[in-house]
């Protein structure tokens, strides 16, 4: 009986604001605005969300709206608000109301309320006002106390007489906004669409597209592209791709920390074109005349640090290469600039031939910029794996023995090899299970190889040893890159047969399939026909084999 009388009671608050219930003493509303200030039609219809920010636990919110020139097709209560019950929209004394009730104080904090979708069919310009605002709480005592605010928030909408995008919330799906404001903003009605039209890859991800490539850049370079965040808070496994006339980026369902992702309501990636020129006279003489973008995530309108070990953003950035730069594409590097302005090579960063693109991923956004790097040691010159160890070494994933050499003959150990691949492969580092006991916590390989073992790349011997410092042979270096492109989600399934390797017998059973299935992909071709499986593994072998890593795992 007494959730019965509440309900009624909310609704006879909702309905309208002339018999306000008393105020609370403290100002809990914080803002109540639009998703945006002004917005140019193409079409007959256009969307926009309103949102409210309330600083203290609530059941209700109302919200009067006037209108001039245009008429409510639909309100549609966002997923935030989505379990409540909807009240209106219902017109007094020239007012619209229209908000949502719940029997319990559900909400707090910022909120994407609801999107309201609009007919507009005139030629004349239209205003929407957000004139009055009432948010209600239920007390302690099963009474309702209520707070109203008159924001005087005002739409400016007007024709677009070229009859091109219709802006956020049309009709017809995830369109840009009109062009030259830099900003793209989806609404919550759009963006149930965009899930409704959505692909599932063959790894069972959503893929959501938002098309913002229609948007131009701002005054200063930058674009923002803002989406409602329900869109990757779900237990569904979701990709939401932006497209945008700077590049695509491609943001996992878990891109946020749960820290930074508690109570968000919108998400917005900004992506500014750097004035080089701005940049410091070393930084400009690395890069030269190549692009500079800087990345960044806002939350609910507020710019966050987005670090996060536990989901990458991918980014492709369109880019046509000089001819000298096509000829020797494996330098084109992008690089990252910290806050002391020093450059960082992106170790997965490649450019993609077949789509003009230079393509990384990233587990933090700063500054990135695309490098033509040069890298080079004077006793490679003549070497077989000259290319490969170049390419390796402008993303810093292999080091010289010396500044000026990398003595490619010299063999290689077990944790330098290993550390080498876990570069490669970009595994972040972890920990599980024990140390091995000859593995020291002060070692330079230490956190490599702990990472590899908690992977799953490496075992260590019955006896919990690693043997860091013994030379790598060349099977158990197959026997690694075989896990290896497991673990990166690619792994190798045919088999070659070893048969015409005078050697194949000396190849341990432990190592006989990886072999085989290096073999049948080309990365391993034995010379003189032999396959050298007790051999140890050369320096020059290593770059060999991590470049035909690096190349498959960046297609």
Not at 174 to 184: I, K, M, R, V
Not at 234 to 261: C, H, I
Not at 522 to 547: C, F, H, Q, W
Request: hydrophobic letters at 40%; a neutral charge; charged letters at 20%.
């Amino acid at each position: 009986m007494k959730i019965k009388w509440l309900a009624a009671l909310i609704v006879i608050c909702c309905l309208s604001f002339q018999v306000p219930a008393y105020a609370l003493a403290d100002q809990h509303i914080q803002s109540v605005d639009f998703s945006q200030s002004s917005i140019k039609v193409g079409g007959n219809a256009f969307s926009v969300d309103i949102l409210l920010d309330n600083n203290a636990p609530f059941s209700s919110a109302e919200f009067g709206l006037r209108l001039d020139g245009v008429t409510i097709q639909t309100v549609t209560l966002s997923g935030t608000t989505s379990g409540s019950s909807k009240v209106g929209p219902k017109e007094s004394n020239g007012v619209t109301y229209l908000g949502f009730y719940d029997l319990a104080n559900k909400y707090n904090g910022k909120i994407n309320v609801a999107t309201i979708t609009f007919a507009y069919t005139g030629s004349a310009a239209a205003t929407v006002t957000l004139a009055e605002t009432k948010v209600t709480a239920i007390t302690t005592v099963g009474s309702v106390s209520s707070e109203t605010a008159q924001p005087n928030k005002v739409l400016n909408v007007t024709r677009d007489e070229s009859g091109g995008n219709t802006g956020p919330g049309n009709t017809t799906g995830t369109t840009p906004p009109p062009a030259n404001d830099g900003l793209y903003v989806l609404s919550s009605q759009d963006a149930l669409v965009a899930v409704e039209q959505a692909k599932t890859d063959k790894n069972n991800v959503k893929v959501i597209t938002l098309d913002a490539t229609g948007v131009k850049p701002d005054d200063k370079g930058e674009i923002a592209m803002q989406f409602p965040y329900f869109l990757l808070a779900t237990s569904e496994k979701r990709l939401v791709t932006v497209l945008t006339p700077y590049g695509t980026f491609n943001l996992p369902s878990n891109v946020l920390p749960k820290e930074q992702a508690a109570n968000a309501n919108t998400l917005t990636l900004v992506v500014k074109k750097q004035d080089v020129s701005l940049l410091s006279p070393d930084v400009q003489a690395q890069l030269g005349n190549h692009p500079v973008f800087d990345l960044h995530f806002m939350v609910d309108g507020k710019a966050i640090a987005w670090n996060n070990d536990e989901a990458a953003v991918t980014v492709s950035i369109p880019y046509a290469p000089t001819a000298d730069e096509a000829k020797n594409s494996d330098k084109l590097v992008v690089f990252y600039i910290d806050d002391q302005g020093k450059l960082h090579a992106v170790a997965n960063s490649a450019y993609n031939a077949q789509s003009d693109s230079i393509q990384f991923a990233t587990n933090h956004f700063s500054n990135y910029g695309i490098a033509f790097a040069q890298k080079s040691f004077t006793d490679i010159q003549t070497s077989w794996a000259k290319n490969e160890i170049e390419a390796l070494a402008v993303r810093d994933i292999i080091t010289g023995m010396t500044a000026t050499t990398f003595v490619p003959a010299a063999n290689i150990t077990r944790a330098d090899f290993t550390k080498l691949l876990v570069g490669v492969l970009g595994l972040k580092a972890q920990k599980q299970g024990a140390d091995f006991s000859d593995v020291s916590s002060t070692a330079y390989y230490y956190e490599a190889v702990m990472t590899a073992k908690a992977a799953g790349l490496v075992n260590g011997s019955s006896d919990n040893k690693f043997n860091p410092k013994s030379q790598i042979t060349r099977q158990e270096m197959m026997a690694l890159m075989d896990r290896a492109f497991t673990i990166a989600g690619k792994p190798l399934s045919e088999k070659a047969s070893l048969s015409a390797f005078g050697d194949a017998k000396q190849v341990s059973a432990y190592a006989t399939d990886s072999t085989a299935k290096l073999v049948a992909a080309g990365i391993i071709s034995g010379s003189n026909g032999k396959i050298r499986p007790l051999d140890n593994l050369k320096r020059d072998e290593a770059a060999k084999v991590l470049y035909a890593i690096f190349t498959r795992l960046n297609q």
